[in-house]
């Protein structure tokens, strides 16, 4: 997972991810996932950003993998935070945070509804 600057637009997120996919996939890994959760507020200011696109990836691959991956966030300016967790097994289906979002858009949608 990583949170990206604030001012960048849509199209460079995805850019990031798709670096980020590169690089998993030249050092001999795979990206099983990739999910795009938006522009969210942060809890406290990262680097006078009060705000960060955060971005999930679920990766298989080896051990020299994640370092050449944490290596180029720590490269890349764009890139304000990251967070790597080794799991036993991936999540199938959306995550969490998706299927909150897929809920407040139902019942927002909803309630247009009513008016």
């Known amino acids: 997972m990583f949170l990206a600057r604030q001012d960048l637009s849509q199209a460079q997120v995805d850019a ?3 670096s980020a996919t590169d690089i998993v996939e030249s050092n001999g890994g795979k990206v099983v996932k990739t999910e795009t959760w938006g522009l ?9 950003n ?5 971005v999930m990836l679920n990766i298989d691959g080896p051990g020299g993998l994640v370092s050449e991956l ?4 720590r490269i890349n300016e764009d890139i304000i935070r ?3 967790i080794a799991v036993e097994q991936h999540e199938d289906g959306q995550s969490v945070m998706m299927r909150k979002n897929d809920r ?10 009513r008016d």
Do not use: C
């Open 16 to 18: 990031l991810a798709a």
């Open 40 to 48: 969210k507020s942060l809890a406290y200011k990262i680097d006078r």
């Open 50 to 54: 009060r705000k960060a696109h955060f």
């Open 70 to 73: 944490e290596r180029q966030n």
């Open 82 to 84: 990251w967070l790597t």
């Open 104 to 113: 407040d858009k139902k019942r927002r949608y909803d309630r247009e509804d």
